[in-house]
């Protein structure tokens, strides 16, 4: 269980997030969504303890992610590129991790061998190092180095962009099965309304920082989500003179 | 051809050096004025103190001798220092420009370049005395022209040489073998490279020799990027060699060795931290500067301060850049399974493995005596016991972020780089001089040598207290460091 308790964040007093109160149950796949500056990546940060909360707290099973590293051993992420060391080849990158979480080049192996779809042969055994690999090729090096180690919570900034079409299919898959195994509370955000309805049983659709809309997902979420994203289009176009999401998503 | 140079003005302007802060700014151009004044200062000079000091007509021909050994060191300091130059082609690919025209700019751009520009500040002074001292201006001029020449030369074989595999070794196989030669009598170069260059003075015509030199590098250089004129081309960042070298073995040394191997592929790996480590390791030899020389064996000051230096090299350079070396990826590590503390610790192993090993290798030292020997084993203890936390601790000061896989550029890369760095390599430095030479000085040698090897072991003993400390600093600075390393530049 996650909750999120009073928190907020500013840079130079203006605030890019404000939650009162969310939690997210153990086991959720629970799914971010908004425009660019929402707050997405901000969110995510302040659950790793990459950026400081202006005020408030984060506490994940227990642990609040500000005062104590405890967290670290049932966590996993992957936010962008600075998640990936540029000069390893990828099963050299998994094994790093692997070794971080206490497991063996055995285990890590074994593990990397249910995902040979998803590589599609493109990953494993190349003479590459990450950092000249391609960004989608790098995007699931990335996602699957946040799944060794039976993490407890597993976040994903944006997993679907810069993937083709049959690993985009590929990755819901995966996200959907772990789900249902119950084996991991997933946070995922996405630009992609399809994607996030179609993987996360609940969605939360942050604006300005703030969670204007909590859905539990149904038939009937991807047309309310569209048609939210249709209302905020046009009444933009309305007032143009409104300044959205001033901040940079990227802080 | 016009508006490439005005794009390159704007990415200039709006470089990262314009927006460092003043204080590393000011040291960029002192440093650049100092090294300026003194290729000016000894364009005007030289002449004149040859004459005086060597007892000469004709200072030029002192002068001659010496060229092949300065260009010689130029370009092995090119080699390790010059950027070459790295342009973004993509956007221009798909506009209207010829390829003549980008290509000739972008040769044209490496020409404006510290290492061009020094020599000249050395050269064109030079010439103005030779004239003034009533040389011919005929020969003067061809002299002259064909040190242009062959400056410019050696800036298109840096090229060559970093690009291809075939010209470095060719070049480094020919330079060894020239050097053996010369040090087994065989053939000396230095006699004929001596004649010439004299030849550029008295045969004017020879200057075609040069002039052709230049012509040949430049054009060899620009068939070179015509033929790799594409995105994954020459100029834009190349996909390096993939390596094999995985330093498995290190497996069996646990944890420890876990980290090592990271840290081993980090440095072989990437062109920035091979580059510091080649340099740590010619501090093994620094030594040898102090210890042969007869005025500073009653200096026992300076052969502490040289002592520190044989062990400590890897440390002081490498060590210098943590966390930095980490930057490309710090979120990586700071949201993985590692505790800060781990983190630090393994940190701490490397530099500690290092001056180990470097105390190892010092070993040939005892050839100076016991005195200079213990001396070295002293600075080593207090470089692992000391020295080594003292570093990391100001490495939590250091949120520069750092390009591995690019050249650090002379005077105008300050990556890593900031007047903190400089303020904690005062006690580095300073402090095992002080902790030798205060018991030196009221007892004997030995009492000094005891003080400075006990501090280390000191050291050791409190280290759980001393990484308690610098990690308790780190978490202190986490969010900001994070930040800085997260900066685009």
């Given at each position: ?9 500013e ?15 153990e ?25 400081q ?15 104590s ?5 049932f ?7 600075s998640?990936?060391?540029?000069y ?25 061998s ?8 493109e ?15 790098q ?46 509370t ?66 | ?18 927006q ?22 000894m364009?005007?000079?030289?002449f ?115 690009k291809t ?15 053996l ?13 001596d ?59 646990g ?15 990437n062109v ?90 010092s ?9 200079i ?56 430095l300073?402090g ?46 986490k ?11």
């Amino acid at each position: 269980m996650i909750t999120i308790d009073n928190i907020s964040k500013e840079y130079n007093t203006v605030e890019v997030l404000n939650i009162d109160h969310l939690e997210i149950p153990e086991g959720q796949s629970f799914g971010l969504v908004g425009n660019n500056g929402a707050g997405k990546t901000t969110l995510f940060s302040l659950f790793l303890d990459l950026i400081q909360p202006t005020k408030g707290k984060i506490t994940s099973h227990g642990i609040v992610v500000s005062e104590s590293e405890e967290w670290k051993p049932f966590t996993s992420a992957f936010i962008d590129e600075s998640f990936l060391i540029g000069y390893l080849t990828a099963e050299e990158y998994f094994n790093f991790i692997g070794e971080l979480r206490g497991r063996t080049k055995e285990q890590v192996d074994e593990l990397l061998s249910g995902f040979k779809d998803f590589f599609h042969g493109e990953i494993l055994g190349q003479k590459k190092y990450l950092r000249d690999m391609s960004k989608g090729n790098q995007k699931k090096v990335g996602i699957v180095g946040a799944l060794i180690g039976d993490p407890k919570v597993i976040i994903l900034d944006e997993p679907f962009a810069n993937l083709d079409p049959t690993t985009q299919i590929r990755l819901k898959q995966l996200l959907k099965k772990i789900t249902e195994e119950r084996q991991a509370t997933i946070l995922v955000s996405s630009h992609d309304l399809m994607h996030v309805t179609e993987v996360c049983e609940r969605i939360v659709v942050l604006e300005s920082g703030k969670p204007v809309k909590d859905i539990k997902t149904s038939e009937a979420t991807l047309k309310e989500l569209e048609a939210y994203f249709a209302e905020r289009s046009e009444q933009e176009t309305e007032s143009a003179d409104v300044v959205e999401g001033s901040n940079d998503e990227q802080h | 051809m016009k508006k490439l140079i005005s794009l390159a003005w704007k990415g200039f302007r709006r470089s990262s050096y314009f927006q460092m802060n003043l204080a590393i700014r000011i040291l960029i151009i002192l440093g650049f004025i100092y090294f300026g004044g003194i290729a000016l200062f000894m364009g005007v000079a030289s002449f004149y103190i040859i004459k005086k000091a060597m007892d000469v007509d004709d200072p030029l021909m002192i002068v001659n001798s010496f060229l092949i050994y300065w260009f010689l060191a130029d370009l092995l300091i090119r080699f390790f220092m010059q950027q070459l130059p790295v342009m973004n082609i993509k956007p221009y690919l798909i506009l209207p420009f010829r390829r003549r025209n980008i290509i000739r700019y972008l040769l044209t751009r490496t020409g404006v370049s510290f290492f061009n520009i020094l020599p000249l500040l050395f050269f064109v002074p030079f010439s103005i005395v030779l004239l003034i001292e009533g040389y011919s201006i005929v020969s003067t001029l061809t002299w002259f022209l064909s040190m242009l020449c062959l400056v410019f030369s050696n800036n298109f074989i840096n090229f060559l040489i970093n690009k291809t595999n075939a010209y470095f070794y060719g070049i480094l196989a020919f330079t060894v073998a020239l050097v053996l030669m010369e040090t087994y009598g065989v053939f000396k170069i230095t006699e004929y490279a001596d004649d010439v260059f004299s030849a550029f003075y008295e045969q004017p015509y020879v200057v075609i020799l040069p002039l052709s030199l230049l012509y040949l590098t430049y054009k060899l250089v620009y068939n070179y990027i015509r033929k790799h004129f594409y995105v994954d081309g020459a100029i834009s960042k190349k996909a390096e060699n993939f390596s094999k070298r995985d330093f498995t073995w290190l497996d069996r040394f646990g944890k420890m060795g876990f980290f090592l191997k990271n840290d081993l592929k980090l440095i072989t790996r990437n062109v920035r931290p091979r580059q510091v480590v080649l340099m740590s390791f010619l501090f093994l030899f620094y030594g040898l500067i102090f210890y042969t020389q007869d005025i500073y064996r009653d200096m026992q000051g300076f052969i502490a301060f040289a002592s520190i230096f044989v062990t400590g090299g890897f440390l002081l350079s490498f060590g210098q850049y943590v966390p930095a070396w980490d930057s490309e990826y710090y979120k990586l590590m700071m949201s993985q399974n590692i505790s800060y503390k781990k983190y630090l610790e393994s940190k701490w192993s490397l530099m500690t493995t290092a001056c180990f090993l470097s105390f190892i290798l010092s070993i040939p030292y005892i050839y100076f005596g016991w005195e200079i020997f213990s001396m070295i084993a002293g600075g080593a203890a207090f470089n692992i016991g000391l020295n080594s936390f003292i570093t990391l601790y100001g490495g939590a000061l250091n949120r520069q972020p750092m390009k591995l896989n690019e050249k650090a550029k002379a005077f105008s890369n300050t990556q890593a780089f900031s007047p903190t760095q400089l303020i904690i390599t005062i006690p580095k430095l300073v402090g095992p001089i002080i902790l030798f030479y205060i018991p030196y000085k009221i007892f004997n040698y030995e009492a000094g040598i005891i003080t400075l090897a006990a501090s280390g072991i000191v050291g050791l003993l409190l280290k759980n207290q001393f990484l308690n400390f610098i990690e308790k600093t780190y978490q202190k600075g986490k969010y900001k460091t994070i930040a800085a390393f997260d900066e685009k530049q």
